[in-house]
């Protein structure tokens, strides 16, 4: 089950991560977007949140994500996580207005 929610700032998140941990879903599975890179890494970083990698993409998409703008890029790990390519559309125009978009799901 893929969850994504939608939060002003880290400090919203922290709070959104703990609940979603004590709903079952592991730190490993819990990935913090943000439209900014840096940001995306410091937040991840402060809350032991992890970017959607190899693992989630596989390598071809991986690889293709060094090539692609931004935007395209956050759209491609969104859709890795498990959210279709409306909702991961949507997901990054709430990026875009500097939101942090949280998406957790289970394996």
Same mark, same amino acid.
């Given at each position: 089950?893929?969850?994504?929610?939608?939060?002003?700032?880290?400090?919203?998140?922290?709070?959104?991560?703990?609940?979603?941990?004590?709903?079952?879903?592991?730190?490993?599975?819990?990935?913090?977007?943000?439209?900014?890179?840096?940001?995306?890494?410091?937040?991840?970083?402060?809350?032991?949140?992890?970017?959607?990698?190899?693992?989630?993409?596989?390598?071809?998409?991986?690889?293709?994500?060094?090539?692609?703008?931004?935007?395209?890029?956050?759209?491609?790990?969104?859709?890795?996580?498990?959210?279709?390519? =409306? =909702?991961?559309?949507?997901?990054?125009?709430?990026?875009?207005?500097?939101?942090?978009?949280?998406?957790?799901?289970?394996?």
């Amino acid at each position: 089950m893929t969850v994504k929610l939608t939060v002003e700032n880290a400090l919203q998140a922290k709070q959104e991560v703990e609940k979603l941990e004590s709903q079952g879903y592991s730190k490993d599975h819990i990935h913090i977007f943000a439209h900014f890179k840096e940001r995306a890494d410091d937040i991840n970083d402060a809350l032991d949140t992890k970017d959607v990698g190899l693992k989630e993409q596989g390598l071809l998409d991986s690889m293709k994500n060094i090539f692609t703008s931004r935007g395209d890029e956050l759209r491609n790990k969104m859709e890795a996580t498990g959210l279709s390519k =409306e =909702e991961a559309a949507a997901a990054e125009a709430e990026l875009d207005k500097g939101k942090l978009i949280i998406i957790a799901h289970k394996k």
